[in-house]
Structure formats: C-alpha cells, structure tokens
Antibody, heavy 117, light 110 residues
Framework: QVQLVQSGSELRKPGASVKVSCKAS????????MNWVRQAPGQGLEWMGW????????TYGQGFTGRFVFSLDTSVSTAYLQISSLKAEDTAVYYC??????????WGQGTLVIVSS | QSALTQPASVSGSPGQSITISCTGT?????????VTWYQQLPGKAPKLLIYEVSNRPSGVTNRFSGSKSGNTASLTISGLQAEDEADYYC??????????FGGGTKLTVL
C-alpha cells in the first residue's frame, strides 16, 4: 500500500539548518508530485509548495521562498525539505503529501521541528 | 493568497447532522471544482475525506458529503458519531497555480 514515512523530530538552534526526509513506497515515485505542508503549534495547515518528482522542478508557495528548498533522490524514492537560517517561528510539524492531481491523496506522519536556543 | 474562511468551531450531538462552510473567492473556491476536505484527528496527519467538491475516496463513509455554491463550499456530516470529533480543513486550487487551506474547524461531538 502507498506509504510516506518521514524522518524523526529535530531540535535546532536559531540560525541552524534542518533537512526533513519523506520516503515513499507502494507506488512509482515519479508518477505523483510531492507537496509540503506546515502546521505551527495549535495552528492550521499551510501549503508550502510542491516538487515535480519527474523533473525535480520545485514550486514554492507565498512566504516559502529563499530559506526553503525542496529536493529529491529518486534512486531511493525520497523527497527532502531543507530549511536554512532557522527562526523560532519555523517551529512546526512539517508534512509531505503526495498528489495525483488537485488533491493530497496520502500524507506522511509529520516531522516536528523545534527551533530553540 | 489569503486562507479560506471556516468557522473556528462547530458542535453537535450524536446522530445529528452538522455543516461546515468554507468561503473563498472567485479565484479559488468559486473558480474551480477542486475543493478538497481533510479530517485531522488529534495528534495525527490529515486524511483525505472529499475531493473535487463532492467525491469520496474509497473507504470514506457516505456520512460525509460535500457541495459548493458560488464561492462557498460545504462539508456535511450526518449521523454524527463520537469518532468524528476532529479538526476539518478545506482546501482549494487557486488561479495562482497554488493551493490554499481554510483555517480549520474544530468539531465537538457533545
């Protein structure tokens, strides 16, 4: 069955970087795009952008340009989210979600990133 | 892109029906039939409930239904059950070739 498994929780200091992974299984990785969604503590869902798993071309949502980078390693069916120059307000759960069209079919379990000195 | 507008909370008793609204603009909800609803149980990842306004994925009970009129989409849950207590989010494709979520609605089953 389709499954997205994300890397574990991370604790970083302000100014540091973090890389979150999302390993896909149960389908052909390059068939569906991968989205990233942020959820700050006690807050709603926020779409961050998506990456075309066929071409590797990323598209960033409003507010997620500059410090956020989406990447892939298709050899291991894995998508990555890297955030640099971390700020306290980046503290959130980050989800990957595969998309077969105009919907997010399947979600990873989420990765909690805590930014604190 | 501003978030879609949902009520912060709704409540209902077991067996009743409730409706959650999701208001956007002609650039998102009103412009496309690509409205999706997700259910998020406490501490869990969101789960797809409704796609393309009113379609249910296999495995989702027909107690959940979706509709749209103009710039407002709606999710109706009939025959409320205790297990329906969760946060519900709408989502729409937009004219900017992006996606936007609603602020979320907390459903309490009394």
């Amino acid at each position: 069955q389709v499954q997205l498994v994300q890397s574990g929780s991370e604790l970083r200091k302000p100014g540091a970087s973090v890389k979150v992974s999302c390993k896909a299984s149960g389908y052909i990785f390059t068939t569906y795009s991968m989205n990233w969604v942020r959820q700050a503590p006690g807050q709603g869902l926020e779409w961050m952008g998506w990456i075309d798993t066929n071409t590797g071309n990323p598209t960033y949502g409003q507010g997620f340009t500059g410090r956020f980078v989406f990447s892939l390693d298709t050899s291991v069916s894995t998508a990555y989210l890297q955030i640099s120059s971390l700020k306290a307000e980046d503290t959130a759960v980050y989800y990957c979600a595969m998309s077969s069209g105009y919907l997010f079919d399947q979600w990873g379990q989420g990765t909690l990133v805590i930014v604190s000195s | 892109q501003s978030a879609l507008t949902q009520p912060a909370s709704v409540s209902g008793s077991p067996g009743q029906s409730i409706t959650i609204s999701c208001t956007g603009t002609s650039s998102d909800v009103g412009g496309y039939n690509y409205v999706t609803w997700y259910q998020q149980l406490p501490g869990k990842a969101p789960k797809l409930l409704i796609y393309e306004v009113s379609n249910r994925p296999s495995g989702v009970t027909n107690r959940f239904s979706g509709s749209k009129s103009g710039n407002t989409a709606s999710l109706t849950i009939s025959g409320l059950q205790a297990e329906d207590e969760a946060d519900y989010y709408c989502n729409s494709y937009t004219s900017s070739h992006s996606w936007v979520f609603g602020g979320g609605t907390k459903l309490t089953v009394l």
